[in-house]
Each structure stands twice: as C-alpha cells, then as structure tokens.
C-alpha cells in the first residue's frame, strides 16, 4: 500500500495521543509512589517540575536536531524515549538502590520525548498537503483531549479490574502507542516545511518580527488559561462535591478534556466557516466567563460547570494560535514552531502555578483561579487589538 499526506496525518494524531499519555499517565500513579516507595509530596512536585523544565528546554533544543538529521528520524527518536520512560516505571524504581532516582530518570526520559513531539507534530500537519489547515490543526489538538480522556478512563478500569497492586503493568501496556507509532514514522511521508530550506525564512529574522512576539504572548496565555484550571480540578471537584477521587477524577479532569476536546473537534470539521482571529477573541471571552462562573456560582455543581465551560473555550486556543503564527508568520520554519511550543509551555507552568500560590496563600482556592484570571483577560486584550488591525502575512 502507498502511504499518502492522509497516512502522514494520521501519524500526527498517534503523535499527540502518544503526549497524551506520557503526559497524564504519571499523575494517576502519584499517590501510589507515595504509598509504596516512600516518596514525599515536596519530592513528586520535583517530578512535576522535572516534566516541565525538560520539556522547555527540549523546545529550544530540537530545531537543530531536526534540522541535522530529519522530522523522521527525529520523531523515531522521540518514540523510543517514550516507550523507555513508560515501560522503565515498570521495573526501575525497583532495580536502583533509590526508587526516587527510578522515577526522576523515567520521568526524565518522557519529558525529553514529549517535548520532541510537541515541537515537530504541528509543522508536519502544517506542511501536509489539506484542503482547511486551520481546521486540521484544531482536529490535530483534539487527539491529545481524547488521548487525556483515554488515559484517565481505561486506566481507572484497569486498577478497578486488577487492582492498584498490580501497577507495574499498566505503563509497558501504554508503551505500545508509541512503539505502534514509532514503526508508523518509518513509512509515512514526510513534508518540507516552509522555512526550514534557509530561502523562506522571515525577513529580518524571527526574533525581529513584532507579530512574533504578539504570537508569543498568545501562547503563554494560552498555556496557562488551559492549565490553570485543568491541574487543579481535581481538587476542586473533590473539595467542592465531597466525592471520591475516582468520581473527582471523572468530574474534573475528564469533563474539561472532553469539553476541550468537543471544542477542537468542532473546529476541526466546521472551521473553514469560522474567521480564526474571531473565533480566538470569541474563546478567550468565553473563557472569561468559565473562570467567573466557577469562581463565583453559588453552587458546586455550576463551578464545575464553569469548568467545563472554560475547557470549551481554551480548545480553541494552543491549535488556533499555531495555525495564525502559520498564516502571519509564513517561513518561520520549525524554530518558530518550537518558540512558540516553548511559550506555551511556559503558561503550562505559570498558570498553575499562579493558582497554586495564591490558594496556599489565601487558603481558597477560588482565591487562585480568580487571579489565573489575567490569563485570558489579557488574550482577550491582545485579540481584541489584533481585529482591529489590518494585517499582512509575512512572506
């Protein structure tokens, strides 16, 4: 069989459904660590730090990588990292003399792997021959809400089938997405992507351009509206139903994703009716009002109803902002595409960050999501003076 752009395409979508597990796999077995190895939650914030860090400094390092030795070779790469990282929760914490160390170098390869795939995923779907890029964009992100999805519903059949006790299976299990994926890559036909052959770079250089750096600022709010409230509803939902973890999990996590993920996929099948700058002035407004409604409902269930609006409205956001940066920034080639991907991941920190301070410090919660409110405002801002200027792609 002829492999095509479509099989190409398909590619993208394991690629982020292999970030989606990489990336919420761990969490789900935080408190087992902590049961069984002894592990402090002071050293399982560390892990979470660890992920991040990695990964910016992974989006700053990879546009050499690629360009060196190529987006198939590079994505085979990032492949086999994920599987060690997954499976080696498996069998490390329990082979070194320090289980910690087991799980700091697991988590470590993981975030080297996924941060790979968030910077070469999006310009390959870019690159590829689609009659409504913006829309394939948006479906793209969608895959990792269902891979968020996913992860969180059949992991939490499996400990309800095999019981917590019988963990270590269940991360070799998840390597196989990447495994299937990384024999994927091998076949699969690989775009150049405009920018990368040194003769349509931006003129001036990237760092030049002041639409970049608008873009920038896009991405950072982006990160953080999307996961101020996605790390902490969990909590919230616990806090606020008094329900189990399990439920918690269901209400919280799994309601925003699938609401995040709703929204990507109505973009991805009805956005070539919708003006991208209009929709992302329209979603970060509707985020907005996710954050209010959950601050300030009178009863649980409608805060976390205001959850669920705001993933909603976030969906839009990280896919829209990359596939403008393709339609203003045309030839910013994959460095463009990883300093944006840095800066998202940068609200990716900040945001909860923000939320979780500001809650330690005030003691509510409610307090943190209302100051992680600044995030979309200042989207909403930047969008609303983006409309109202006549702008040109650069070429």
């Not at 919280?252 to 992302?280: I, T, V």
Request: net charge positive; hydrophobic share 50%; proline share 5%.
């Amino acid at each position: 069989m002829k492999l095509n752009a479509k099989h190409t395409i398909y590619g993208c979508y394991m690629g982020y459904i292999t970030q989606a597990v990489v990336n919420n796999l761990p969490p789900l077995l935080f408190l087992t660590f902590h049961r069984q190895f002894g592990v402090s939650l002071e050293k399982i914030s560390l892990l979470i730090s660890v992920n991040f860090c990695v990964q910016i400094l992974v989006d700053f390092l990879s546009p050499r990588l690629i360009k060196r030795i190529g987006y198939r070779r590079t994505g085979v790469i990032s492949f086999l990292f994920t599987i060690a990282g997954l499976s080696g929760f498996s069998w490390l914490p329990f082979l070194l003399p320090s289980a910690y160390a087991g799980l700091i170098i697991c988590m470590f390869l993981n975030a080297v792997g996924g941060g790979i795939l968030e910077v070469i995923i999006s310009p390959m779907l870019e690159a590829a021959p689609s009659d409504n890029k913006e829309s394939a964009m948006s479906l793209l992100h969608s895959f990792y809400c269902w891979g968020h999805m996913g992860v969180v519903i059949l992991s939490t059949c499996y400990f309800a089938a095999a019981g917590i006790d019988s963990w270590r299976l269940l991360p070799t299990l998840w390597a196989f997405i990447p495994l299937f994926s990384a024999i994927w890559f091998l076949k699969i036909p690989i775009f150049e992507v405009p920018g990368d052959n040194g003769e349509e770079g931006l003129p001036g250089g990237l760092f030049r351009s002041g639409i970049f750096w608008v873009l920038f600022i896009l991405m950072i709010c982006s990160g953080a509206s999307e996961h101020s409230i996605a790390q902490w509803s969990s909590m919230f939902a616990e806090e606020a139903l008094g329900i189990s973890k399990t439920a918690g999990d269901l209400l919280g996590p799994c309601s925003f994703a699938f609401c995040m993920g709703l929204s990507r996929l109505l973009y991805g099948l009805k956005g070539h009716k919708l003006n991208l700058k209009h929709g992302l002035l329209a979603a970060s407004g509707l985020c907005v009002c996710g954050y209010l409604i959950t601050v300030y409902a009178p009863i649980p269930v409608l805060s976390l109803a205001g959850c669920a609006v705001s993933g909603f409205a976030v969906g839009l956001m990280w896919p829209g902002v990359f596939s403008l940066a393709g339609t203003l920034c045309r030839g910013g080639g994959t460095f463009m595409y990883a300093m944006l991907a840095l800066a998202g991941d940068v609200g990716c920190s900040a945001g909860p960050a923000v939320v979780g301070i500001i809650s330690d410090t005030s003691g509510s919660m409610k307090s943190g999501i209302l100051t992680a409110i600044v995030f979309p405002a200042l989207m909403l801002i930047v969008m609303s003076l983006l409309n109202g200027r006549k702008s040109r792609p650069q070429a």
